[in-house]
């Protein structure tokens, strides 16, 4: 068993190493090819912008001799690229000539917003295959007072040389992506290893040391119960003072027994792994609940409770008899302890969906709101319950809860105070 908890603990640290780890170099991976995306982007547009405004100084040159200044050695002819391209346009917006590889068929968009330098701020525009930067052209006047609109440049290239090395890009973070997985997987397998080494000592240590307490302990206490029991049995025989002190005696003792037994359970049950719901043997959960309700009824008449149990008949699962007799013995206990003479108990089976719904409801003190999401903390009691029951450890509800997790159920409590409480105990059908 202790192999099962130790290899199961082992699977999911591994496995939560390996999430933690992918996810980092995910991120990271989204980071980075949105960084370069942007940086190329940018050096694309800045490259065409260059482009265009090295072609400024050539727009008088074709305004006055048209296209056969293009096949002269122009300064910008150096700055041309594989599919880059360049087009002149007039102030009107028509085109004057154009030089290079693919054109877009888009219009130019005019940007007529003066600014005293010969160009204009320069305005992007795309069309799917092609990017384009276009600047307006603008020259000082006679009187160099305001700037004349002389007309446009815009220089395009193809989006295939970015789209090329995105993909590259991308296929190297894949590639980098599956070489770190596996890094990753055994880095995390060593971590794993090294990690649980030093708490699986522990663990056998803790166990040990636990198993040796209570075996030391049950020992001198039930020596403590038999003599306490023997002085008991001949209590006429001993003065007043020494009958109260050897009840005090035994009732500590019995409070110290329960102790014990309760922290057992929650030990085993948290060490353990839990079997599946097909593991457990099918129980009539109506005729559990029954018996229960037998027991808990004179208790119930005693105190001047009203005692009411509605049961469905045939509602079966598959569980722990002793495990859900003690579960629901806990909640019956604790309805009748913290419920006032003259107040009501319920109980409720029923069928609802996929599951048998036990719903265990009394008239008591309640438990105020902010005190509910506490309820089933180990040795946590609220003020009000410390005075209804002294002798209380505060373990009731936590072992309520591992049994209700231990049968793949779940558990809901609604109360109000002055009220009453109501528990939902929730269980898969067969």
């Known amino acids: 068993m202790e192999n099962k908890v130790s290899n199961s603990l082992s699977w999911r640290l591994w496995i939560a190493y390996i999430v933690a780890m992918s996810a980092i170099f995910g991120i990271s ?24 405004q090295a ?52 219009p130019l968009v005019k940007n007529s917003v003066p600014v005293r330098i010969h160009e204009g701020s320069p305005l992007i525009q795309k069309d799917g295959k092609l990017t384009s930067v276009s600047i307006a052209v603008y020259a000082d006047s006679e009187d160099q007072k305001t700037l004349n609109l002389e007309g446009y440049i815009r220089a395009s290239e193809s989006n295939k040389a970015l789209a090329s090395r995105l993909d590259q890009l991308q296929l190297g973070l894949k590639i980098g992506g599956m070489t770190a997985l596996i890094l990753i997987s055994i880095a995390s397998g060593v971590l794993t290893i090294v990690v649980l080494r030093p708490i699986k000592k522990s663990y056998q240590h803790l166990r040990q040391f636990t198993a040796d307490v209570s075996h030391e302990i049950s020992n001198p206490l039930t020596a403590i119960i038999t003599t306490v029991q023997l002085m008991e049995s001949h209590s006429e025989e001993l003065p007043v003072d020494f009958v109260k002190k050897i009840s005090t005696i035994s009732s500590a003792s019995e409070q110290i027994k329960h102790l014990m037994e309760d922290l057992r359970f929650l030990s085993q049950t948290d060490s353990q792994i839990r079997p599946s719901a097909l593991e457990y043997p099918t129980i009539p959960l109506d005729e559990i609940l029954e018996d229960i309700a037998d027991n808990f009824e004179t208790q119930a008449y005693n105190k001047e409770l009203g005692f009411e149990f509605h049961l469905s008949p045939d509602v079966s699962i598959k569980g722990d008899s002793h495990q859900l007799k003690r579960l629901f013995s806990n909640l019956l206990e604790n309805a009748i302890k913290y419920t006032t003479s003259g107040g009501i108990v319920k109980v409720f089976l029923e069928k609802h969906k996929r599951f048998a719904v036990v719903r265990v409801e009394d008239s008591g003190v309640g438990i105020p709101q902010e005190y509910i999401p506490y309820i089933f903390q180990r040795f946590w009691r609220a003020e009000n319950a410390r005075s209804y029951d002294k002798n209380g450890l505060g373990l009731g509800l936590s072992i309520v809860q591992a049994i209700v997790k231990g049968h793949k159920g779940k558990i809901e409590v609604d109360s109000k105070v002055g009220v009453g409480s109501r528990f939902n105990v929730y269980l898969p059908l067969v």
Do not use: C, M
Request: net charge negative.
């Open 55 to 106: 072609a400024v100084p050539s727009l008088d040159r074709i305004k006055t001799k048209g296209n056969e200044s293009l096949q002269r050695d122009l300064p910008w002819r150096s700055l041309f690229e594989k599919g880059q391209s360049l087009e002149w346009f007039d102030a009107d917006g028509k085109l004057l000539a154009r030089e290079g590889g693919d054109f877009p068929d888009i």
């Open 29 to 52: 991976a989204v980071a980075v090819y949105s960084v370069f995306h942007r940086s190329l982007q940018k050096d694309r547009n800045e490259h065409l912008q260059t482009l265009a």
